[in-house]
Nanobody, 112 residues
Framework: QVQLVESGGGLVEPGGSLTLSCAASRSMFSMGWYRQAPGNQRELVATIVSGGKTNYADSVKDRFTISRDNAKNTVYLQMNSLKPEDTAVYYC?????????WGKGTLVTVSS
């Protein structure tokens, strides 16, 4: 069973920055982040595969950066220029051999 442990959520003012981290209990092919705001469906934020190729939602391009440390089985999400509409629970996502795993989620609140 793969475990994903997230950290880094919290309260930040509009225009501020936060970094999320997610550590997997083993090496994963694809790792990334999804988010779910109240009343909305869960949506893709960004993903990165082991070779480094990334994919971003249009709403976060040029503001968020996803990266990974393969030696630590950890993925990071650097979030800059945060907006109130970025408020959501952020879930770590990892995939290996056709199986998808989810973290428990970490809340990000963007508010003044």
């Amino acid at each position: 069973q793969v475990q994903l442990v997230e950290s880094g959520g919290g309260l930040v003012e509009p225009g501020g920055s936060l970094t999320l981290s997610c550590a997997a209990s083993r090496s994963m092919f694809s790792m990334g982040w999804y988010r779910q705001a109240p009343g909305n469906q869960r949506e893709l934020v960004a993903t990165i595969v082991s070779g480094g190729k990334t994919n971003y939602a249009d709403s976060v391009k040029d503001r968020f950066t996803i990266s990974r440390d393969n030696a630590k089985n950890t993925v990071y999400l650097q979030m800059n220029s945060l907006k109130p509409e970025d408020t959501a629970v952020y879930y770590c996502n990892a995939r290996l051999l056709g199986i998808t795993y989810w973290g428990k989620g970490t809340l990000v609140t963007v508010s003044s």
